[in-house]
Nanobody
Framework: QVRLVESGGGLVQAGGSLRLSCAAS????????MGWFRQAPGKGREFVAA????????YYGDSVKGRFTVSKDNAKATIYLQMNNLKPEDTAIYYC?????????????????WGQGTQVTVSS
């Protein structure tokens, strides 16, 4: 398994930006598909974004397309989620996750390593 630690969450006004980071240890990211999920109070875990182990394909949930960008730096064993034009409905705990070359990259059950999460709060 991969140990994952998220950072970069916080409080921001609507329309603002944040960049989340997820640092990995224990395994190389070059062999893992990586995903971002979020969970708001009283709701299930929602797929946000993912990037293939090769870095050549990215995927986004419909609610964040055009606003969020996922990227990775294998040398730093870190993935990022750049979030622009944030909305109050983006408020949630954001988790990064790792999977070994999964077919279902948008599905939470495909991932076997998870971070502890970082809170993102967007005020209106």
């Amino acid at each position: 398994q991969v140990r994952l630690v998220e950072s970069g969450g916080g409080l921001v006004q609507a329309g603002g930006s944040l960049r989340l980071s997820c640092a990995a240890s224990g395994r190389t990211l070059s062999r893992h598909d990586m995903g971002w999920f979020r969970q708001a109070p009283g709701k299930g875990r929602e797929f946000v974004a993912a990037i293939r182990w090769s870095g050549d394909s990215t995927y986004y949930g419909d609610s964040v397309k055009g606003r969020f960008t996922v990227s990775k730096d294998n040398a730093k064993a870190t993935i990022y989620l750049q979030m622009n034009n944030l909305k109050p409905e983006d408020t949630a705990i954001y988790y990064c996750a790792a999977a070994v070359k999964t077919l279902r990259i948008t599905t939470a059950t495909s991932y076997d390593s998870w971070g502890q999460g970082t809170q993102v709060t967007v005020s209106s």
